[in-house]
């Protein structure tokens, strides 16, 4: 049995960040979770998919982020406690709806978890959702350590029903992905059946329509709600003073960021002068609380990541409370005292606090960095960011690339967000040109492909892969039909959303729970749509390339090719291997004019190495997933393949 | 001759618009490919010698050593280089050519040839619309498909390095002259391999004053004619000035002076009219229709022509004193503006970097008082 479902409350046990999440979640009585993978937010819906069954949940990976959060909005409406759980970067893709829930507020207890990303670790932005609680005006929770994370959540969903709003528990990959001892509470029991009443007041979200007019009415409400919230948040346990009464310097911090900040304050040991108010509720803020501790203190640091959020709120507070407060000295990412991108941790509040304090720490060797990167660099073996060995998409790129090198007119193409963004690098030979969020290649292509007219003649290709084109891959190829865009959209199908854990989505006959779904035919929606449509293998090299010269050279419109072949890690394929690969050293040419190590100077799967002393490529059997892909590109046929019999 | 890479080769010679896409640069590795008439580079090569740049006829090409080579003395000063011997010619009966482009002198040696055994494979050019590619042929009964010429720059090399390839030993080829200057920088062995044979059975060159750019050829003709059905395209003699264009759609006029604009900037630099270094060489007989002019250069190439006229495959007189000063006034014109050219650009014995051609000084000093 799960951990998550253990019933001996009062028990402790090691669980990572998403799963105290989960696990408050479950004692919450959540009965309907569902979001888009992401990492880190990716396992707690996981999480939930496993023990749906146990503990009777309705769990689903939705098509993007916004349908997740109107998905888990009908079961809050029908009664039922529900969750929504995204990365950072999902929240601008529900925002909409978001916007537009804050203001028709919710039934049930409602929880939406924002996992962000601060460094960018596995995102290509470094995304706030902590902005969009006070955007859209809704209370923000932000847990400081895994017991919290457990305590909190379950408490969101207590604070939504009383408030009937939708509550922001926000997380953050150090949190997400680190684990930590909690002690587990009581799981209840609950068989509340689902009814959507409407039968009520037009004005009356609990019992009539639940829709946002009258707006001046209803967004009134919220705010009255929210002020109501703030008095709660007064007194919650989840915000923290640890120090001396009036202390020199007050740290003002949330989440992550107040760990580091304790073990800052230690070991420098500064106790004695410097203190902490640690903020769990985020926002609103309560206003009283952080007053008092300002009055008291001589200064005030803040650290949090990303964003000045808690700085900038403080900050307002303190000048419309300075009768109170008094003129104080506020240091945080605004002044430059903590740097305002990028990951925090304990050396950077070190750093700020020996030059607010003035007390000297030299917790590393002032040449500790240099050296480190100098054995880093000499010592570890180099690993580049690439595709997997037998990844399909390094055979996609290779026929993409050299189509378009062969065309000779400057073709480019525009990416988007999945493993597949590596093919900005070297690992995709450089091809993608503009990556920006999901879909949007397919966007961009589209504009780029009406640039005709202006005398643009270069090819103009996207690539897509198949949750992102169910997530936000239609709108824009609908578009670039519509609009007569001479643009190729190539879906990368590698059946999964690979990159964040192989997440079923709805190309696929399973669903989240793991029980059979419909499957929707890729191919038959974009035919439907009105594009053309050619499939082929990627590992086919010779055909999809012949495919994609016909379509670049000779296609007019927005055109669609589906290279399908499985990701290389699926749970299909992992471990075994179509071809037993080997190279005859006595054909490989080398580094000799007629090839030049095209196989591991330039293809570079991790699989094939270079033997310097031989002078010869080889195969590192444990490495070389056996996808044959490398036999079609030698020039001397040196790399030979033979099927592996079952 | 002074080597170097792929990276002098794109830079020197494709990004300069010096390439001609012979093709003499592909089809020997992974890196250089030909298409649509145009040479692309796929990925760098780290290599800072190779074949690549060894064998382009647009960089550092060294006359004396290729005329030491093939005809054992250096690079002179004649209009038309090494002869044997000029005829006037046409296919003879034996070799039953239905269609050719002038009068089939070149399908009919190329296919005795091949018959006899003089060549083991013909490389020659089938056309797809305008476009020109290389075909390895080794039936004798397969060349009369591939007569008549096309006016786009072909990668016609590159099916002599896969005829290499594949092992071929007796190669013929018929090429422009740019293309039959690579084939001869193949035949010296420029990177020095060891148990190195000439591949080369026969090397049978067309006259060319310039070639056209496919991409730019398709250009023109796309708003004039259907050119998914092209069948035919001829310059008649002159003061016709046109291009007549035959397709499913009839057949058009298009003015030379609008053709001229699709010629390559690189035909600009070709001192070779008459393929100075092949075998055979052959060409149009100016104002005589239905006739070539044939130049044997080499003991190989009057041979097969000798047996081919005994064997009835091609019909051929001495060519008069008058007809030969006119065929090379028309060379030395051509040599002496491409040499003009180079000079003025400082491409030819440039003392640094790399020269389109080398050769002795002297000589180059009296072509251009000539
Ligand atoms: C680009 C070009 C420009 C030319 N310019 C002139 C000129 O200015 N003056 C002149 O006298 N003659 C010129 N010629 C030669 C002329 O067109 C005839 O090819 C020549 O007279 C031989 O005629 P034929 O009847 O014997 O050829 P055919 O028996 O018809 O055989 C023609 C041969 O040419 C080959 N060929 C076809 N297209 C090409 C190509 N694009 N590149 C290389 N080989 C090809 C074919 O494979 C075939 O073997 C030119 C040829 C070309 C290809
Ligand atoms: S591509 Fe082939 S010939 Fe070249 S190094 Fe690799 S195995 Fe050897
Ligand atoms: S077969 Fe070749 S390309 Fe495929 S995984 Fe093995 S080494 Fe890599
Ligand atoms: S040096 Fe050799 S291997 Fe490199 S590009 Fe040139 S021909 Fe190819
Ligand atoms: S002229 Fe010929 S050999 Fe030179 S770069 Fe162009 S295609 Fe290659």
Redesign the pocket.
């Known amino acids: 049995m799960s951990v998550l479902t253990d019933k001996n409350a009062g028990k402790t046990a090691l669980l990572m960040g998403n799963e105290a999440l989960v696990r408050g979640a479950l004692e919450a009585g959540v009965r309907v979770a569902a979001g888009y993978p992401g990492t880190p937010s990716s396992d707690i819906i996981e999480n939930l998919a496993k023990v749906a069954d146990e503990r009777n949940i309705y769990v689903e990976w939705s098509v993007n982020e916004k349908v997740s959060l109107e998905v888990a909005a009908a079961g809050s409406f029908a009664g039922l406690r529900s969750l929504c759980v995204m990365k950072q970067n999902g929240v601008n893709v529900a925002s909409d709806f978001l916007l537009h829930l804050a203001l028709s507020g919710t039934r049930a207890g409602m929880v939406l978890i924002p996992c962000d990303d601060p460094g960018s670790i596995s995102s290509v932005n470094e995304g706030e959702s902590r902005h969009f609680a006070r955007l859209v005006e809704v209370p923000l929770l932000e847990p400081g350590n895994f017991q919290e994370a457990r305590e909190m959540v379950r408490w969101a969903f207590e604070l939504s029903e009383q408030f009937r709003t939708l509550v922001m528990v926000r997380s953050v990959t150090r949190l997400s992905h680190a684990s930590g001892n909690v002690t587990l509470g009581e799981l209840p029991e609950s068989d509340t059946k689902a009814y959507f009443r409407f039968d009520g007041n037009l004005l009356d979200a609990q019992t009539g329509p639940v829709i946002t007019a009258p707006v001046p009415m209803r967004h009134a409400n919220q705010q009255k709600k929210l002020k109501q919230i703030a008095e709660v948040f007064e007194t919650s346990k989840f915000n923290t003073y640890t120090g001396p009464e009036k202390p020199e310097l007050l740290i003002i911090t949330s989440s992550a960021c107040s760990l580091y900040s304790v073990e800052a304050v230690s070991l420098l040991k500064l106790e004695d002068r410097v203190g902490i108010l640690k903020l769990g509720t985020t926002w609103p803020l309560p206003e009283k609380l952080v007053k008092s501790h300002i009055t008291k203190a001589g200064a005030v640091l803040f650290v949090e990541e990303v964003l000045p959020f808690l700085e900038e709120n403080v900050k307002v507070l303190a000048l419309d409370s300075i009768e109170e407060t008094g003129i104080k000295k506020y240091y945080g990412k605004i002044n430059g005292t903590i740097p305002s991108v990028n990951e925090m941790n304990p050396d950077h509040v070190i750093k700020a606090l020996t030059s607010i304090i003035g007390v000297e720490y030299s917790g590393m060797p002032a040449d500790y960095e240099q050296k480190a990167n100098i054995a880093m660099f000499t010592k570890a073996p180099a690993r580049e960011l690439t595709f997997c060995?037998?990844c399909p998409h390094r055979a996609s790129f290779w026929s993409i690339h050299n189509s378009l090198a062969m065309d000779n007119r400057d073709g480019f193409v525009c990416g988007d967000i999945g493993c597949y963004t590596m093919a900005i690098l070297g690992a995709g030979f450089n091809s993608i040109k503009t990556a920006h969020a999901m879909g949007s290649g397919t966007g961009i292509a589209s504009g780029f492909g009406k640039l005709g007219m202006f005398g643009m003649e270069q090819p103009v290709v996207s690539v897509c892969g198949d949750s992102t084109f169910f997530h936000a891959g239609m709108p824009p190829l609908v578009n670039a039909i519509h609009n007569g865009s001479d643009m190729l959209m190539i879906i990368l199908d590698n059946r999964g959303t690979a990159m964040t854990g192989f997440q079923p989505h709805p190309g696929l006959e399973v669903d989240a729970m793991g029980n059979r779904a419909d499957a929707t035919d890729i191919a038959e929606v974009c035919r439907a749509l009105g594009a053309t449509v050619v499939t082929s293998d990627p590992f086919d090299i010779a055909g999809t390339q012949e495919k994609l010269m016909d379509t670049i050279e000779n296609g007019k419109g927005a055109r669609v090719m589906i290279l399908r072949q499985i990701c290389a890690l699926s749970p299909e394929k992992k471990g075994k291997k179509q071809?037993e690969?080997t190279v005859d050293t006595s054909l490989c040419r080398g580094t000799d004019c007629g090839c030049d190590r095209l196989c591991t100077r330039v293809f570079r799967?991790p699989?094939?190495v270079w033997n310097k002393a031989g002078g010869h490529a080889q195969?590192d059997e444990i490495i070389?997933?056996?996808?044959?892909?490398?036999t079609d590109i030698c020039p001397a046929g040196a790399?030979k393949?033979s099927e592996v019999t079952k | 001759m002074q080597l170097a890479g792929s990276k002098e080769l794109v830079s020197g010679v494709i990004k300069n618009d010096l390439c001609i896409g012979c093709g003499a640069c592909v089809s020997l590795c992974p890196y250089f490919k030909s298409h649509n008439g145009k040479t692309v580079m796929l990925f760098q090569c780290s290599r800072d010698k190779g074949r690549c740049f060894a064998y382009c006829p647009r960089v550092e090409v060294d006359l004396d050593g290729i005329s030491q080579y093939i005809y054992g003395r250096p690079y002179g000063t004649e209009a038309m280089g090494n002869y044997i011997t000029i005829r006037s010619s046409r296919a003879g009966a034996a070799a039953g050519l239905k269609t050719f482009q002038t009068a089939g002198t070149v399908s009919s040696l190329m296919m005795f040839a091949l018959g006899k055994g003089v060549i083991d494979s013909a490389v020659v050019t089938a056309r797809d619309g305008v476009k020109g590619k290389p075909v390895v042929v080794t039936d004798a009964s397969k060349i009369p498909g591939y007569a008549a010429t096309g006016y786009s720059a072909a990668p016609v090399a590159s099916g002599f390095n896969e005829a290499m390839n594949a092992g071929y030993k007796k190669i013929g080829i018929v090429g422009t002259p740019c293309q039959v200057n690579a084939v001869a920088q193949i035949r010296t062995n420029p990177m020095e391999t060891e148990n190195f044979t000439d591949p080369s059975g026969m090397v049978i060159g067309l006259f060319c004053t310039w070639a056209l750019d496919t991409g730019a050829f398709l250009k023109i003709l796309r708003d004039k004619t259907d050119i998914a059905s092209i069948k035919r395209y001829d310059i008649p003699p002159p003061p016709a000035g046109v291009m007549k264009v035959q397709s499913g759609s009839g057949t058009v006029d298009i003015p030379l002076t609008e053709i001229r604009g699709a010629i390559p900037g690189s035909c600009s630099y070709c001192h070779d009219m008459t393929a100075e270094f092949a075998d055979i060489s052959v060409g149009v007989f100016e104002g005589r229709e239905k006739l070539n002019i044939l130049i044997t250069r080499t003991r190989r190439g009057e041979e097969l022509v000798q047996a081919a006229i005994s064997a009835g495959f091609l019909e051929a007189e001495t060519l008069g004193d008058k007809d030969i000063s006119e065929l090379a006034a028309a060379s030395m014109n051509k040599k002496k503006r491409a040499l003009a050219r180079l000079a003025l650009e400082n491409k030819i014995n440039s003392a640094e970097g790399i020269s389109v051609l080398r050769m002795n000084g002297e000589i180059l000093k009296q072509l251009e008082t000539m």
Request: glycine fraction near 24%; charged fraction near 5%; proline fraction near 6%.
């Open positions: 060995p037998g071809y690969v799967c699989g094939l195969i070389c997933a056996g996808c044959g892909v490398c790399i393949r």
